[in-house]
């Protein structure tokens, strides 16, 4: 074998080996940033309304900046279409193009996914004082069972069946291969336990999903191809040094001195 005849003999070699890389996609998946779910007087206002408050605001171009840094751009941006969503996305979108403005301006072209809209909860008034802790967390306690009902609301195998046969539309999408998708908090652990688990039907709820957190994804041409490469990295608080309450806990100690409040009233 001459020397002329080896790397010629080598790439032949190379180009039969089995092993192809996937060809992947990446996914930037961010909650949207934090909102009030109590009025001044501690009554709840409609979830479906609310809009971004001032630290929200500020999450949500921590963010913009963070992805503006790294001098990420997207092809494609999804939202819930609730407020919060729409807010967020645009705040992250006018980060980024303050910091480059030859980005394509993406902010009139967000897609709106409601399939990806929050779980839905029921009447808070209807549940009993001693039913009010499993009401708000145990819908975000570890694997949920699908029969479980978040705020005697939707089921988690009714919000499953709404929110993972999206995944499959936006795999068939090939006009992009960067995402933004600006959702909520349990519809992220929803996809992030999907994805976890290589496309398995499963909820794990004890994801924490902090406002305008971004979580980085892979996906695949295959339903089991998936690669979590970042989870709940929220700027400009990325280590979690503040409290260490649950989303839900919180917004439970929120209603209960609502309800607290109510009671004084009334006698």
Known sequence: MTETQHPTTQAGTASQSPFQASKRRRIYLMRHGNVTYFD????????????????????????????????????????????????????????????????????????????????????????????LQSAFVGAFEGAVAEDKRFLNGESIGEFLERVLPPVQRLREDKSWDIALIVLHGGVNCALLSHALTAGVRLFLGNLAQTPSCINAIDIGEDPRDWVVRMVNYAPPAALHTGSRKTTMESLLEQYLQFRKDLRGMQQ
């Open 40 to 131: 001044g007087s501690g009554k709840p206002i409609l979830p479906e309304t609310v809009p971004l408050n001032e630290e929200g605001r500020a999450q949500a171009d921590a963010a913009g900046q963070a992805f503006a840094a790294q001098q990420v751009s997207f092809d494609k941006v999804i939202v819930s279409g609730l407020p919060r969503t729409v807010e967020t996305a645009r705040r992250v979108l006018a980060q980024m193009r303050q910091a480059d403005a030859s980005l394509p301006d993406l902010a009139e072209r967000m897609e709106i996914w409601p399939e990806w809209e929050e779980l839905r909860g029921g009447k808070l008034a209807e549940i009993a004082l001693q039913s």
